[in-house]
Each structure stands twice: as structure tokens, then as C-alpha cells.
């Protein structure tokens, strides 16, 4: 070989074990990236969840569970609150009524969700006053645990995990994903989140933003409570289609920030990651289920009151899901031929 070709020889190769060290430091480079965000990411959630963590007094667990649940491996329900601590109203966290209340039973070995909105003028027994009264006043009342025992009375079943929220928190959240798709019904000027009219709603199929969410959650003057709490459901569901989306994976710190100190759950950091594989491999099965009713105005206050056969399908539907009574839906089929879109239920005001 001519020593000519021997050097050309010797520089391509030269050449080629540089591009291929390249390539590995790049490629190291990279895994050391991700590695150090979901490290800084995993500090950032294991923080936000110690601030978040609040158990409800004299409440280790629900009154109806034998025993502690593995959310991980156990059929378990999670009640969700909005309320409206703003300084606005002066009500402060304690005395502030819930302005949306979603409860969802979760099924891990179907990794399916039933998921029902209470409209907040439901008129039910509070347990914590001893008459029956406003579903949304129990917060008021007596705080998350009023709230909790009022909705494990309403359907005999336990709630295993609450999660409470403000509205800073659900309009962060929404701007941390970079806002949400929701169908907007009507055209309306509607009040944002300091009950001043500045947020202009318009129909169709919109991009929201964190305020405009909010305030299509809140809206029913055109229509009612319950169509309100279908489009609670909507967006709760927008929300988690967002979160999942790969395209959201960087906003996740952002995410964990904006909760801060706006949310409250008695979940620990543990079992919020055990939730995770509700999620692994795709969108769960959501059944949106609705209380029907009609309106009451014969006390000369206005109430929602609840249609007692249908309250009883509910109470089944999620009884038989968290595995408390067998599962009949098979030998019916009213309200599982009902299912509604992913698209439907609860934030009120």
C-alpha cells in the first residue's frame, strides 16, 4: 500500500472515531440531562407533596374500610374539590363553600374510572349540622371532613383520598400545560376569578387559557347546574388528556409549581406515583355518570333536588365498581348504554 493511501486511510478513520465519540458524548450527554431533570423533578414533587399533605383530623381512614387501600393495587375513590378561598369574598379556606365536587372510583383491573359530579345546590343530609341543607354548604360547615362525610353518606361508600383546590391552583395548572381544548357552548361575559365581568367566552371548539377554563367550569346562567357540571367533567378530562400527552413532559415542573401551596390532599407523595398506571399505556376508560333531578323552589330557597331511583343506580354503579357488591351491569342495560363522550361534569359556583 502507497503511503499515500495509508495516511487518507489513517484520517478517515481518524475521522470516524471522532464522529463516533461524538455521538456518545452527545448521546451521554443527553441521558445525563434527562437523568439530573427527572432527579431536580422528582425533589420538586416529593416538596410540593409535603406541602400539599394534610390529613383530615380524627381520619386515618374512612369509617367504611376494614382495612388501609393500596391505590396501586386496590379498587379506591377520590373525592375532588374546588373551592373559592379567594380574598374576594372573604370567606378564607375554612368557611368557604365548595364550588365543584367530582368524586371517581377507580378500577385498576379493568383501568377503568366512573367519574360523577354533584351539582352543588343538591339538597342532601349533612351529617356534620344533623338536617339536610346544601351539598356545597358542608365545606362551610365543617371543612374537607364535613365535605367527605357528607358525600360517604350521599352513596354509601367510602372516600379513600380527597384532593382540594383553589382557584389559583386549577387556573396555574392549566397555563403550566400550555392551556387546554374544551367545547365552549355559548357566546357570554362571564366573571373571572375575582367575580369581576372580564373574561369574554366564545363558542365552538376553543384553546383556553388557565382563566378562561375557569371560567367555562363556573358558567350556568344560560343553562343549569347540571350542564355545568358536564363541562367540570370536560375539562377535568381535558386537563388529563394534557398531562399525559408526550408534548407536556417538560411542563411537568411547571406543573408541580403551580399546585404549591393551592392544593391539599391526604395522598402521599407514594400513592400519588402509585396512580400512575392508570395512565401507563394510554387514557383509562372515564364513564362519566350524572344525578339527574328537578327543581325545588317550595321553601321559597332554591334547591336541586335529587331523583331517588336514579341516586340509587348511581350508588349501585359505584358500589359494584370499587367491588363493595357484585357487579350486575352485565344483566343491564340503562345507564351503560348511557355512556357519554369523554367530554362531560362539576365546578360550580
Request: cysteine-free; glycine content about 4%.
Amino acid at each position: 500500500m502507497k503511503r499515500k493511501d495509508f495516511k487518507k486511510r489513517q484520517r478517515k478513520s481518524s475521522k470516524k472515531r471522532l464522529a463516533i465519540k461524538v455521538s456518545l458524548f452527545f448521546t451521554l450527554s443527553v441521558f445525563l440531562l434527562v437523568a439530573a431533570y427527572a432527579v431536580a423533578l422528582q425533589k420538586k414533587a416529593v416538596d410540593a407533596a409535603d406541602r400539599a399533605y394534610e390529613v383530615v383530623a380524627d381520619r386515618s381512614k374512612s369509617d367504611l374500610r376494614e382495612m388501609h387501600v393500596e391505590p396501586a393495587t386496590d379498587n379506591v375513590s377520590i373525592l375532588f374539590m374546588g373551592v373559592d378561598d379567594s380574598d374576594t369574598r372573604k370567606q378564607g379556606d375554612r368557611n368557604s363553600r365548595t364550588d365543584a365536587l367530582l368524586l371517581a372510583t377507580l378500577n385498576p383491573k379493568d383501568k377503568s374510572v366512573k367519574l360523577v359530579s354533584i351539582p352543588r345546590d343538591s339538597y342532601v343530609y349533612i351529617p356534620e349540622v344533623n338536617y339536610r341543607d346544601k351539598i356545597n354548604h358542608a365545606h362551610a360547615f365543617g371543612g374537607t371532613r364535613a365535605t367527605i362525610e357528607t358525600i360517604e353518606e350521599l352513596f354509601e361508600i367510602p372516600v379513600d383520598y380527597y384532593v382540594k383546590m383553589n382557584f389559583n391552583a386549577f387556573i396555574d395548572v392549566v397555563d403550566a400545560l400550555g392551556g387546554i381544548e374544551a367545547e365552549v357552548p355559548y357566546e357570554r361575559i362571564e366573571k373571572d376569578e375575582n367575580d369581576k365581568n372580564a373574561i369574554h367566552l366564545k363558542p365552538g371548539l376553543q384553546h383556553l387559557d388557565g382563566r378562561h377554563a375557569l371560567a367555562l367550569a363556573r358558567t350556568r346562567k344560560l343553562d343549569s347546574d347540571v350542564e355545568r357540571g358536564k363541562r367540570q367533567q370536560m375539562i377535568m378530562q381535558a386537563i388529563l388528556k394534557e398531562a399525559t400527552s408526550v408534548k407536556s413532559v417538560t411542563k411537568y415542573g411547571d406543573v408541580i409549581e403551580a399546585l404549591g401551596e393551592n392544593m391539599k390532599t391526604d395522598m402521599t407523595f407514594k400513592e400519588m406515583m402509585s396512580f400512575v398506571e392508570y395512565v401507563k399505556g394510554g387514557m383509562p376508560q372515564v364513564d362519566p355518570l350524572q344525578l339527574t333531578g328537578y327543581d325545588d323552589m317550595s321553601t321559597g330557597t332554591y334547591y336541586w333536588k335529587l331523583d331517588e331511583q336514579d341516586l340509587m343506580e348511581v350508588k349501585n354503579i359505584l358500589q359494584a365498581h370499587l367491588g363493595l357488591i357484585p357487579d350486575t351491569s352485565h344483566l343491564t342495560d340503562n345507564r351503560s348504554n348511557k355512556k357519554i363522550s369523554v367530554s362531560e361534569e362539576s365546578f360550580s359556583n
